[in-house]
């Protein structure tokens, strides 16, 4: 496995391995084209890729709000490649990257139902924050 910073045109191959590890996919929002090309031309070093054979395997994106906090955001791994390590890999990458950038906090969102990733968090020492509620405002579902 390699592991290399993404470009737009890896796009379509993170899209096919969201959809297909069960992340929503938010079309209209976060996830369209145009806001993921703008995201990578601010700060490429934020999307890392796991590869096998030349194929998308393995994505993570990072976020960072320069007071202090990074976020590790769109985590996913092929289910062939699951239990491997490779989320694992991911995470702790973007973990260095975001320390590099000053990060003394770094945080996940998580869906309840998403178990796999709930346990490798917690493996890595991440610890459930019970008092923080979620709350959005979406001009519509696919946003």
């Known amino acids: 496995m390699k592991m ?14 969201w959809i297909e590890s069960a992340l929503p996919f938010k079309s209209k929002g976060r996830d369209r084209r145009q806001a993921i ?13 796991a590869f096998k054979n030349n194929t998308l395997i393995g994505v993570v994106i990072g976020s960072y709000d320069y007071r202090g906090k990074g976020w590790i955001n769109r985590l996913a791994v092929n289910t062939k490649y699951q239990r491997q390590g490779i989320g694992h890999r991911l995470i702790t990458s ?18 309840e139902t998403n178990q796999e990733s709930i346990a490798i ?11 923080i509620l979620y709350f959005s405002k979406r001009e519509s579902e696919d946003a």
């Open 4 to 17: 290399r910073t993404l470009t737009i045109n890896d796009y379509e191959d993170m899209v096919k391995l």
């Open 37 to 49: 090309a703008d995201q990578i031309e601010t700060d490429p070093s934020l999307f890392l890729g």
């Open 94 to 111: 973007m973990e260095k990257i975001l320390k590099e950038k000053g990060a003394v906090v770094t945080c996940a969102l998580i869906e």
């Open 121 to 131: 968090f917690e493996k890595l020492g991440y610890v459930s924050e019970k008092s």
